[in-house]
């Protein structure tokens, strides 16, 4: 599990999968990253443009579930 994903569960109080976090929980999150935590997370975020950009419009579940 990446860094960042344990810092993001650690802040959860509610493990379902449509909860939110806190508003007080993000800064918290955001204290604890540093540039590997930030860089991990760009590349995340490109990995999966590049994976909804493979999805073919109407398949509506599948760019939800990316």
């Known amino acids: 599990m990446r860094k960042l994903q344990k810092l993001i569960?650690?802040?959860?109080?509610?493990p379902s999968?449509?909860?939110?976090?806190?508003?007080?929980?993000?800064?918290?999150i955001a204290s604890k990253c540093r540039?590997?935590?930030?860089?991990?997370?760009?590349?995340?975020?490109?990995?999966?443009?590049?994976?909804?950009?493979t999805v073919p419009d109407w398949d509506g579940d599948t760019q939800d579930d990316i």
């Open 9 to 14: 569960a650690a802040e959860y109080t509610n």
């Open 17 to 28: 999968p449509q909860s939110n976090l806190s508003s007080t929980a993000i800064p918290r």
């Open 35 to 53: 540039n590997d935590e930030v860089a991990d997370a760009h590349i995340l975020i490109n990995q999966l443009k590049a994976e909804l950009a």
